[in-house]
Nanobody
Framework: VQLVESGGGLAQPGGSLRLSCAAS????????MRWVRQTPGKGLEWVST????????WSADSVKGRFTISRDNAKNTLYLQMNSLQPEETALYHCARAIGKVRGIEYDYWGQGNQVTVSS
């Protein structure tokens, strides 16, 4: 199983970034997937989860209305569109193959992470 994130970087407050996660080594379309983020101060925080078909999503209240999780099963790729970014959302963002609750951080595999820095 391999999950490789891309698309992070520097954004200004109020700006946007789109993360991608290329999946391989398993049948992507069979699995619930999620994004989590990691900071030294807050630890690991759940961001958003999407079901295997891509027609159901769940997001943390802190990102609802600003972040959109999606997937393209034909391309084995997971996405996270992030709008109206705030400095406190500076973190290492990981895509993960989810296990357990839809509103949770549990996973059995995750990517190496992609740094998102929000600063003016």
């Amino acid at each position: 199983v391999q999950l490789v994130e891309s698309g992070g970087g520097l954004a200004q407050p109020g700006g946007s970034l789109r993360l991608s996660c290329a999946a391989s080594g398993f049948t992507f379309s069979n699995h619930l997937m999620r994004w989590v983020r990691q900071t030294p101060g807050k630890g690991l925080e759940w961001v958003s989860t999407i079901n295997s078909a891509g027609n159901m999503v769940w997001s943390a209240d802190s990102v609802k209305g600003r972040f959109t999780i999606s997937r393209d099963n034909a391309k084995n790729t997971l996405y996270l569109q992030m709008n109206s970014l705030q400095p406190e959302e500076t973190a290492l963002y990981h895509c993960a193959r989810a296990i357990g609750k839809v509103r949770g951080i549990e996973y059995d595999y995750w990517g190496q992470g992609n740094q998102v820095t929000v600063s003016s």
